[in-house]
């Protein structure tokens, strides 16, 4: 199935989550949350009666001699779900948890990875027959014993105070922001962010997330480390910015899933009054920043749906300009992003857009992958993955001449372009990788 996501849109597993204190949901299913708790405040208790009495059913039909259970429109998984209930048994059960929502499957195989009684289906929970009969429900339920089937609450996406309960319309959907994302994202293909997600160990990337970044990990066994240095890196660049150059506003391009600490944890913890704008061009990652990411009071934050490759739409977005003063430096940050940029994206015309931008004093941060320090053998089985038809994505290697070209015109800050893990390495957090373990450069420059 290709799994296509609608953010715009609440979602009722997301709705659920949000209406018990969940955190998988986003902005579109809290305010349909909040409809529901305005119509009726009780809404929330019922829900959270409702996953108590499943646990009861689940305990009668275990004294009863039932073994096989199948629970349709499960929802997001919380703890205390009922497969832990069977797991106590001596004679161990097996669950089947249906739910249209991807998100919500993808949740339940990885908090199930290592439980082959329990199986997790993305359907309709309305088909019955076509669940029972589906292959993979056959693989765990057997089909001449009892099952015990479970049904969920219906879960409105919305509310009227007069009405009661009822789905929202297309209509009564709210207007995108600016610099909000696309409503929709595909997650049977990898994407970036969430690959390095889960190269950071991460909870936020799907299955064919972990396949690509598998995949890579054989040819290249450190770039786990490699990522990790990465985010070291960070913190030491933003530290000697605010620290030892002044300044306290940035522009993060390519920003990817939130890790802490990001770059506004390091500036305000230096600099309270520091003001940064997130930018990425996965939905999935500028939604979580906007739910996860905070500020100090006397700072700001900010996060813009925007493509690197179209710097314009990031510069003439209106939020941009509310967070950040253009007439004061910015630290611009482009840090393992722009080698996901092809030489048909242009990329050296757009950094030098983004730095025509800048105000004189600002700087620019970039590190950048390259095959320069490893084995012939490593380097050809990267050059092989970074090839469109490989199925990771867009990637474009370059040497240590290539990327130097990013900075033409730039004052460089010593100690220039160097192997990541040799900037700045007697700063903190040093770096504990050599620089054939992490392949990439790393530059900071100012703007004359």
Known sequence: IESIIDLGRPNPARVGNALLGGGHNFAADRRAATRLLDADPMVATRLAVHRHLLRQATRVALDLGIKQFVQLGCG??????????????????????????????????QATADDPTVTAIEADPGTLAGVLHDPRTRQVIGQ???????????????????????????????????????????????????????????????????????QIAEAFPTVRQAAIENRRLLQRVVSYLVRDAGVTQFLDLGTGIPTSPNVHEIAQGIAPTARIVYVDHDPLVVAHGRALTTSTPEGATAYLHGDLREPATILDNPVLTQVLDLDRPIGLLLVAVLHFLTDTDAPYDVVHHLIEALPAGSFLALSHATLDPLPAGTAERLAALADPASGHGAFRFRDRTQIARFLDGLDLVEPGLTPIVEWRADAQPRPEATAAETAGYVAVARVP
């Open 76 to 109: 997001i998984p919380f703890p205390g779900g009922i497969h832990p209930l069977i797991g106590e048994r001596p004679e161990a059960g097996r669950v089947v948890y249906v739910d249209p929502d991807p998100v919500v499957v993808e949740l339940i195989e």
């Open 144 to 214: 001449g014993e009892p099952v015990l089937v479970m049904l969920a609450p219906r879960i409105p996406t919305a509310a009227s105070p007069a009405q009661g309960p009822r789905p929202m319309s297309a209509a009564e959907q709210p207007d995108p922001e600016p610099g909000s994302p696309s409503r929709a994202f595909d997650t049977s293909k990898t994407h970036p962010s969430r690959r390095y997600d889960y190269w950071l160990g991460g909870k936020d990337h799907f299955a064919a997330d972990r396949a690509s970044g598998d």
